[in-house]
């Protein structure tokens, strides 16, 4: 009689899978396999180890072998910011500095331009389609089998331009598959240019602005 208490322990057989001990007898199940820290011998069978702690996890979640973690809509949200980039650039160069320096209604010298508003409008379709491929990239992951990827509902922090979807996707996807960091380099590469683009922007503005007031 043993007084080994059922649980996974290594297969007897030799093979480096885990095998289920009932406490009393061998049974056909297994799971895969893990180091063992201490042995205990029970008998009929070999050396066999002490049950894990529940800290210690029976097996890792990955996803199938020869996954691809690179979907068509991870890598279109990684490249969004471009557009609003080149919305700044574009604003920079057809703002009218002397309108702005000068507002024909002194009452109200904040008034939008017709730029001011395409450039918010931009702003809003990015966060629409950010949103949009957030959600088809989470889809395609879990229909490759990706076990529990990164929910997509985090894209919405999209709104205020914190790419926590693409952080959190590149940790979850690089340990079930073990790859797939590119994209989320490529989106805050991007991020800090268009950073970098308002600050120019910002500041060039504000120049033209003043020389322009010193030249009236």
Do not use: C, K
């Not at 061998?26 to 820290?37: F, I, K, L, N, Q």
């Not at 918010?120 to 229909?143: K, M």
């Amino acid at each position: 009689m043993t007084n080994i208490p059922a649980g996974w322990y290594p297969d007897p057989s030799g093979t480096t899978q885990q095998r289920w001990w009932d406490g009393a007898q061998w049974s056909e199940h297994y799971t895969p396999g893990a180091d063992a820290a201490a042995s205990v011998t029970a008998p009929g069978f070999p050396v066999a180890p002490q049950p894990y702690s529940l800290q210690q996890p029976v097996g890792v979640q990955t996803a199938p072998a020869g996954t691809q973690p690179y979907t068509p809509w991870i890598w279109v949200l990684a490249l969004l910011p471009i557009v609003g980039i080149v919305s700044s650039i574009v604003t920079i160069f057809t703002t009218d500095v002397d309108a702005l320096a000068n507002p024909t209604d002194p009452s109200n010298p904040f008034a939008y331009t017709t730029a001011d508003i395409i450039s918010s409008l931009v702003g809003w379709v990015v966060i629409g389609l950010s949103i949009l491929f957030g959600i088809l990239d989470y889809r395609a992951l879990v229909r490759r089998g990706v076990p529990q990827p990164f929910h997509w509902a985090f894209i919405f922090f999209s709104i205020i331009s914190a790419p926590v979807y693409m952080i959190g996707r590149t940790i979850v996807v690089r340990r079930r598959v073990g790859s797939g960091l590119t994209p989320m380099i490529v989106n805050i590469v991007l991020i800090i240019v268009g950073f970098i683009v308002g600050i120019i922007f910002a500041g060039s503005l504000f120049v033209q602005i003043f020389n322009s007031e010193l030249g009236s």
